[in-house]
T-cell receptor
Framework: EDKVVQSPLSLVVHEGDTVTLNCSYE??????LLWYKQEKKAPTFLFMLTSSGIEKKSGRLSSILDKKELSSILNITATQTGDSAIYLCAVLSSGSARQLTFGSGTQLTVLP | NAGVTQTPKFQVLKTGQSMTLQCAQD?????MYWYRQDPGMGLRLIYYSASEGTTDKGEVPNGYNVSRLNKREFSLRLESAAPSQTSVYFC?????????????????FGPGTRLTVL
């Protein structure tokens, strides 16, 4: 059974701090790993990682995949209150439907 | 482009009642998905449709049925609602969006339906 574990489950920081969110997985037929941000409603796509060791960046957010360790990290530098959200990690397995298995998420709260 | 739309946004049912959640996408995607999200459990796949005319069970299909009406629409039906089905339901579709960016592996989510079964 495919499994995705995220840590920590929740995190409270102050504006300006840097945070690192972790995701580890056990998935047969791994294809890619995706990060989503969920505020009050639907998850919105952040990154997709397929190759090990290649960092994806978008502004203050960055992510990297380690296929050897079956894990990924999501870094957020100079956090802002608008970064407060649940961050979801999901792993995609091969197959015609490209099913995603989600972790339970990390709840990030950024205080002013 | 509206992306992925879902109706209704909120619904309260009594145990044993039935209802259908509607989902539509205007991005010409082949694959569509239904998830439920419960506190502390992330999103779990209920059913999916890899292409028009096909549907398959996901992780938690019991108590649900689906219909892929056409390429745009994928509905989820609760025949006899139970309190354990109280959840937030998300529909998603997969593929390149009409906007810049994205990838065929990216799933795009609708706004969700908050369902309460009393």
């Amino acid at each position: 059974e495919d499994k995705v574990v995220q840590s920590p489950l929740s995190l409270v920081v102050h504006e300006g701090d840097t945070v690192t969110l972790n995701c580890s997985y056990e998935v047969t037929n791994f294809r890619s790993l995706l990060w989503y941000k969920q505020e009050k409603k639907a998850p919105t796509f952040l990154f997709m990682l397929t190759s090990s060791g290649i960092e994806k960046k978008s502004g203050r957010l960055s992510s990297i995949l380690d296929k050897k360790e079956l894990s990924s990290i999501l870094n957020i530098t100079a956090t802002q209150t608008g970064d407060s959200a649940i961050y979801l990690c999901a792993v995609l397995s091969s197959g015609s439907a490209r099913q995603l298995t989600f972790g339970s998420g990390t709840q990030l709260t950024v205080l002013p | 482009n509206a992306g992925v739309t879902q109706t209704p946004k909120f619904q309260v049912l009594k145990t044993g009642q039935s209802m259908t959640l509607q989902c539509a996408q205007d991005m010409n995607h082949n694959s569509m998905y239904w998830y439920r999200q419960d506190p502390g459990m992330g999103l779990r796949l209920i059913y999916y449709s890899a292409s028009e005319g096909t549907t398959d069970k996901g992780e938690v299909p019991n108590g649900y049925n689906v219909s892929r009406l056409n390429k745009r629409e994928f509905s989820l039906r609760l025949e006899s609602a139970a309190p354990s089905q109280t959840s937030v339901y998300f529909c998603a579709s997969r593929g390149l969006p009409g906007l810049a960016g994205g990838h065929t592996d990216t799933q795009y989510f609708g706004p969700g339906t908050r369902l309460t079964v009393l």
